[in-house]
C-alpha cells in the first residue's frame, strides 16, 4: 500500500478503532485494575444498600428486645406510623441482659431526630412470621442522637388484622357485621361516652372495694367463680335454641325500656340517693340477715315438709269446680245447725257478762301467785305423791287411798315467808 493511501486508512473511523485497540493493548495490566476496582465499588455499594441508602450520613438508635420477643435480623424493615423509615442495621446480644440489641438505621429524613420517650414494638406481620421492628414517636422536645439506645425494651405482639385472618371467612363476615355495628350504635354518642370515661375513676373505686369484699376470705373468690359458672350453664340452656330465644325476649326488654327513656332516666337519677340509703342500712341490716342464715337451717324441714304437701294443695285447687258446685249443698246441710247453736250461744251470754267484772280480781290473783309457780308444782308433786297410794281392798281398783285438802300456811322452817324461790334453800332445824 502507498504511503498516500495508507495515511487515509488510518484517517477512517475503522483506522481509529483499530489504533485505539492497539494503544489498549499496550496497557492490559491497566485496564484490569479498572474493571476490578469498578466491580469491588458496585458491590460495596449493594452491602451498604442492605442497611440504606449509601453515601448518607447515619442516624441509628438501638433498641433493647427482649429474649421472649420475636427474632428480627439485619435488612428488615423499620417503620414509624406503618411507613418505612429505615432498616434494621445490626442485631447482636444484650451483654447486661438475656435479650438482644437491635439497631435502626432511620434512612428518612422526615423520620429523623425521634423524641428521647420513643418506644418500641415488635411486630409479626404476616402468618409465615415476617416480622418488623415498630417505633413510636412520643410528645418529648428532647431527641435521641445518632447511636442513642430507645429508654424502654420493646414490646411485642400480632397486629389485629393478622389474628382476624386466622377465622374462617364466616366467622370474619360476623366480626365485620359486629364491628359495624358496634360503630353505628356508637356514632353520634361522643358526648355520652366521655361522660362514661369521666365516671370510670368511681367506678373503679367501688369495683376495688367490690373486688376487695369478694377476696377478703380465703376461697371465697373460687366459690364466685363457681357460682357465675353455674349461671353461665343455666344461661346456656338445655335445649339448642334456648340461648336464641333468651336474646330474642333481651331484644324484646331492650325495646320496650328503649320507648321508656323518661321513665329510665329518672330511675338512674334517684340510684344514687337509694345507693346511700341502702349503705345507712347495710349495718342496721347485717345482723338480720346473719339471723335469717341461721334461721335457714331450721326452716329447710318446714319448707321440705310444705313442698311435700305441694302436690296435696294443687289437686284440691284443682277441684275448685267441684267444691263450688258442692258447696251450696253443704252450706244448707250447716245452716240448721248454726240455727240450733244460737239459742246456746245466747244462754252462754248471762255468764260471759258476769265473769267481766271478776277478771281484774283474777289478772291481780294469777299476777301474785306466778312468782311461786315452781313451789306450786313442787307442792302438787308431793301431794299426788301422798294421796296416790293403791288399796287393794278399796272400792275401786287404783283408787287413791286417802284424800286430803290441802291447807296453805306458813312455811315451818327458818323463814316463814319466802320468797319466790327461797322456800327450796331454806333448812328446817331438827
Not at 15 to 23: H, S, Y
Not at 119 to 142: F, I, K, Q
Not at 211 to 223: F, K, M, S, Y
Not at 240 to 258: K, L, N, R, S
Amino acid at each position: 500500500m502507498s504511503p498516500r493511501a495508507d495515511r487515509a486508512a488510518k484517517g477512517s473511523p475503522i483506522g481509529r478503532l483499530t489504533r485505539a485497540t492497539e494503544r489498549l493493548d499496550d496497557h492490559r495490566t491497566l485496564l484490569g485494575l479498572l474493571v476490578l476496582a469498578t466491580v469491588a465499588f458496585l458491590a460495596y455499594v449493594a452491602y451498604v444498600s442492605t442497611t440504606g441508602p449509601p453515601f448518607q450520613s447515619a442516624y441509628e438508635v438501638s433498641v433493647r428486645v427482649p429474649a421472649d420477643a420475636p427474632s428480627l435480623r439485619e435488612g428488615q424493615a423499620v417503620r414509624v406510623g406503618g411507613k418505612l423509615a429505615g432498616l434494621i442495621s445490626g442485631v447482636e446480644e444484650d451483654t447486661e441482659g438475656e435479650g438482644r440489641i437491635v439497631t435502626a438505621n432511620i434512612t428518612k429524613p422526615e423520620f429523623r431526630d425521634l423524641p428521647a420517650d420513643t418506644s418500641a414494638y415488635v411486630r409479626v406481620h404476616s402468618l409465615v412470621y415476617e416480622t418488623y421492628l415498630e417505633l413510636r414517636p412520643g410528645l418529648s422536645d428532647e431527641k435521641l442522637v445518632n447511636g442513642e439506645t430507645v429508654a424502654e425494651p420493646a414490646t411485642s405482639g400480632v397486629d389485629l388484622l393478622e389474628v382476624v385472618q386466622l377465622f374462617d371467612e364466616q366467622t370474619r363476615h360476623w366480626l365485620r357485621e359486629g364491628a359495624v355495628n358496634v360503630g353505628q350504635g356508637l356514632a353520634g354518642r361522643g358526648a355520652g361516652l366521655n361522660a362514661a370515661l369521666a365516671e370510670l375513676p368511681a367506678l373503679s373505686a367501688d369495683l376495688n372495694a367490690q373486688l376487695g369484699a369478694a377476696t377478703a376470705r380465703d376461697g371465697e373468690l373460687g366459690r364466685l367463680v363457681a357460682g357465675a359458672g353455674g349461671t353461665a350453664a343455666g344461661l346456656r340452656g338445655r335445649r339448642p335454641d334456648d340461648v336464641a330465644a333468651f336474646i330474642t325476649g333481651t331484644d324484646t326488654v331492650a325495646g320496650a325500656i328503649a320507648f321508656r327513656e323518661y321513665a329510665v332516666r329518672s330511675t338512674l337519677r334517684r340510684l344514687p340517693g337509694f345507693q346511700d340509703q341502702l349503705v345507712d342500712t347495710a349495718d342496721t341490716a347485717e345482723p338480720a340477715l346473719s339471723e335469717l342464715a341461721a334461721l335457714a337451717p331450721e326452716l329447710d324441714p318446714a319448707v321440705r315438709a310444705l313442698n311435700a304437701r305441694l302436690p296435696d294443695l294443687n289437686r284440691l285447687l284443682a277441684s275448685g269446680d267441684a267444691l263450688s258446685e258442692d258447696f251450696p249443698a253443704l252450706a244448707g246441710a250447716t245452716d240448721p245447725v248454726l240455727d240450733e247453736g244460737r239459742p246456746v250461744l245466747n244462754g252462754l251470754y248471762p255468764t260471759m257478762t258476769a265473769l267481766d267484772p271478776i277478771a281484774a280480781d283474777l289478772d291481780r290473783f294469777l299476777a301474785g301467785v306466778e312468782p311461786y309457780e315452781a313451789e306450786i308444782a313442787q307442792a302438787g308433786r308431793r301431794f299426788a305423791d301422798s294421796t296416790s297410794h293403791d288399796n287393794p281392798n278399796g272400792l275401786a281398783p287404783g283408787a287413791p287411798a286417802a284424800r286430803f285438802l290441802p291447807v296453805l300456811t306458813e312455811h315451818p322452817c327458818n323463814n316463814p315467808i319466802p320468797k319466790p324461790g327461797e322456800a327450796q334453800k331454806d333448812e328446817c332445824d331438827e
